[in-house]
C-alpha cells in the first residue's frame, strides 16, 4: 500500500511513500489507447525535502524525467541510474551549475517557456528564478 507524501495540482510528479521507500511516480507518453505510461523511480529524503520546498527544482526535476520517460516510448524504464544522477543534478546542485547545465539545452528552454516559465528570466538564464516566478 502506499501514502501519497507530495503531490501538486497540474498532472506533475507525486512521491508517495511505499513500505520504507520514496518513490517519485510520474506519467510520460501513452500507448495507442490514449492511456499513461506510468514511471517509478525511488529517491532520497534529501530529494524529497527540496522537491517540498523548492518549486523550480520540482518543475525542473518533473521536465527532464518527463522527458527521459517519454523517450522510450513506453517499451522500458529508463536507466535508474541516469534518473538517479538527473535528480541529483536538478535537485542538489548548485542552482549556477543547474542554470548553465539545462541552459545548453534549446529546446528545453523553449518548452519551459511554452509551460509558462518567465521568458526574460529563462533569457537572462536564470532557470531556475523563471520556474519559480510561473509559479
Known amino acids: 500500500m502506499s501514502e501519497r507524501v507530495l503531490s501538486r495540482p497540474g498532472g506533475w510528479a507525486e ?11 510520474i506519467g510520460a507518453g501513452a500507448d495507442r ?3 499513461p505510461f506510468t514511471f517509478r523511480f525511488v ?9 517540498r520546498d523548492d518549486v523550480g527544482r520540482y518543475l ?3 521536465y ?5 520517460c517519454e523517450r522510450t516510448h513506453g517499451e522500458r524504464t ?5 534518473v538517479r544522477r538527473l535528480l ?4 542538489l546542485g548548485p542552482e549556477p551549475e543547474v542554470d ?24 537572462e538564464g536564470r532557470v531556475l528564478a523563471a520556474l519559480r516566478h510561473q509559479a
Open 33 to 35: 489507447d490514449h492511456l
Open 78 to 82: 529508463p536507466n535508474k541510474k541516469k
Open 43 to 51: 529517491i532520497t529524503p534529501q530529494h524529497l525535502d527540496v522537491l
Open 100 to 123: 548553465a547545465w539545462f541552459r545548453s539545452d534549446e529546446t528545453g528552454m523553449r518548452d519551459l517557456a511554452a509551460a509558462g516559465a518567465d521568458p526574460a528570466l529563462l533569457q
Open 60 to 62: 525542473l526535476a518533473d
Open 15 to 25: 512521491v508517495l511513500r511505499e513500505g520504507d521507500a520514496l518513490v517519485l511516480r
Open 64 to 68: 527532464v524525467v518527463r522527458r527521459l
Open 88 to 91: 541529483d543534478r536538478v535537485l
